[in-house]
């Protein structure tokens, strides 16, 4: 049985439970979601293998380019990030129109889905009808989940309070000196670590005061050299906030396996990709060997707390050999080999481009502004591109992609 991303199993259903009295549509939507990818090999047993995919569960937007920080992770605009050297008014000018966002969204319920909309970027709050477009989904009964690396989260608390069902924070250090030497800004001595210091604070003191219980407040942590030695100081400043903590040892490649890449990607579509260049970077020079037991550490502080705040890896990782190659050898796939994500997620670039692959998207199946998304989601393309992935198995790329080993 292929492996998949599975968040505890507890967490899971104390929230389940407790959100079904809050907001049921929520917790119904939020539960599809999961049950799918759970049962997908048992409703697709006796489907025809032509390519085409399920009802949608999930649209993720790369709404915008622009970013003002340079994380040294990001594959956009970090050390070798495919978006470096871009203009960046080319960039702005090819951003898709909030009127065409909202046709997309008319365009999905009039098909009948109810999706939930994943929210990214290049920074999503730098897009200027972000906050417009979240209230006209929401009103339209659909579940949004944002990722931010805190930029005017707090100035636009209430609208993220109102909208939202998960709001994910990029935080890589428990203070200023570790969070910015890992995320720095473009402009000199930016200090985003104190903006994700006021959006915790105002977001957690607002759902406090209100009583609420969404949005979800899970922060997200990208474990490298620069705060492997302080993982759990990291995580009790988030549990002072948060729902849960989630931890991803990186999205990488090397050099090897991008050439690989792209000769598997030319020979399945007749073409090179060129994004997955970005994600180049030197993860294997750091002291990996803390990664599990700090790991196992924060699980029994969550456990000694009540579960409170359960820290989840993803992928998780189960033994230090693991950790050791997740690290060090790019082929190794901990029993990740089928995409499913493909078959339920709709992913739109920045200038409207559609594909299925989140941070590699080369291969595009249509645009969203000549094309309506019902078209475009088992269009001849579309069928191709799953049909390659479930037959001949997932690209080396995908080794190491939030598609096969976060969905």
Sequence with gaps: MPQRSRVSSR?????LITAARKDFRTSYSLARYQIAKETFNFRHFFKPKNGTGDEIQLIGIRITDMCNLRCHTCGQWGDNGYLVGKSLKELKAQEIPLEVYKRVVDEVVDAGWRPIWYFWGGEPMLYPGIIELLHYIKDRGMAISLVSNGTNI??????ILETCKILHLSV???????????????????????????ALDVLSAKKKERDLFYPYIVPISCITAYNVDVVADLYKFVAKYADAHMFYPTWWIDAESANEHTEDFKRRFGFEPSTHYG?????KDFDHAPIYDKYQELLKISADNGGKCPPMMMPELKSPDEVKRYYTDHKETFGYNQCVSIFMTLELDSNGDA???????????????DTPIKELWNNEKARKFRTSISQDGPMPVCRRCCGLMGF
């Design 11 to 15: 967490f899971f259903m104390n929230q």
């Design 154 to 159: 707090a100035k636009y608390a209430d609208d």
């Design 172 to 198: 890589d250090g428990p203070n200023e000196e570790i969070h910015n030497t890992q995320r720095p800004g473009v402009a000199k001595n930016h200090n985003n670590f104190k903006s994700v210091q006021e």
């Design 279 to 283: 994600w180049i970077g030197s993860w």
């Design 355 to 369: 594909s299925f692959c989140r941070d590699y998207h080369d291969y595009e199946i249509g645009n969203i502004k």
